[in-house]
DNA sequence: TATGCGATATTCT
DNA sequence: GAATATCGCATAG
């Protein structure tokens, strides 16, 4: 399975962490895919310190940190010692709706995990959960679900300055959980 | 609803 | 010193 293939899988499945006080989960609702050669991916100039999990292999949680204020949540793709991952944009909340309310500070519950920056705090994702094995146990890990998804739309990343043209990003059509323009939500 | 801009910290040049 | 896989508030329509 390549890095496309695994945006496109995660859509629908539940990303789970739990904290001290309880359980926080929700559903994968948009993805990005960063594969490999891809100028727009952190791995593109290769392995620093910063990005480092990126070459874990598949299935490990990068977290990146950016714009002063926002951490972002990927899960890694392709084998160990290449550089590609998956970015994870926005969830659907299910468990610990309450939780994600009290670090968010909001109550609105499309608020809550709609876009990168407010997932990873709602889920309170920071560096101690960089380079976490997604498919072993441990406090954070991704579950499958037995709910259908609806059908999965595809267009241009978001947020980009290189690299813009390709529509690697995927989405659950309609659902109000996604982030981004309206147009890019249908 | 849509667009624009400043805040903020870490990394790389 | 510049750039950045963003957010939230401001303003205008």
């Known amino acids: 399975m390549d890095t496309l293939d695994l945006a496109h899988y995660l859509i629908g499945k539940v990303?789970?962490?739990d904290v001290a006080a309880g359980r926080l989960s929700g559903r994968i609702v948009e993805t990005e895919?960063?594969?490999?050669g891809d100028p727009a991916g952190h791995a593109f100039r290769g392995k620093t310190a910063r990005n480092s999990s990126l070459f874990?292999?598949?299935?490990?949680?990068?977290?990146?940190?950016?714009?002063?204020?926002?951490?972002?949540l990927n899960v890694t793709s392709e084998a160990?010692?290449?550089?590609?991952?998956?970015?994870?944009?926005?969830?659907?909340?299910?468990?610990?709706?309450?939780?994600?309310q009290c670090s968010r500070g909001v109550t609105r519950l499309m608020?809550?995990?709609?876009?990168?920056?407010?997932?990873?705090e709602a889920m309170r994702i920071d560096f101690r959960q960089d380079g976490v094995d997604l498919c072993a146990a441990g406090p954070l890990w991704l579950a499958a679900t037995e709910r259908n998804t609806g059908t999965i739309g595809e267009s241009v990343r978001?947020?980009?300055?290189?690299?813009?043209?390709?529509?690697?990003?995927?989405?659950?059509?309609?659902?109000?959980?996604?982030?981004?323009p309206r147009r890019l939500r249908e």
């Open 15 to 17: 990303a789970v962490h």
């Open 33 to 36: 895919a960063y594969p490999v």
């Open 56 to 72: 874990l292999g598949r299935g490990y949680a990068y977290v990146h940190f950016t714009y002063g204020s926002s951490f972002m």
């Open 80 to 100: 160990r010692g290449v550089g590609a991952g998956v970015l994870i944009r926005a969830l659907q909340p299910l468990e610990g709706i309450d939780l994600m």
């Open 111 to 120: 608020d809550l995990a709609r876009g990168p920056g407010r997932l990873a």
């Open 158 to 180: 978001i947020g980009l300055t290189r690299n813009i043209d390709p529509r690697w990003r995927f989405y659950e059509r309609g659902n109000p959980y996604v982030s981004g």
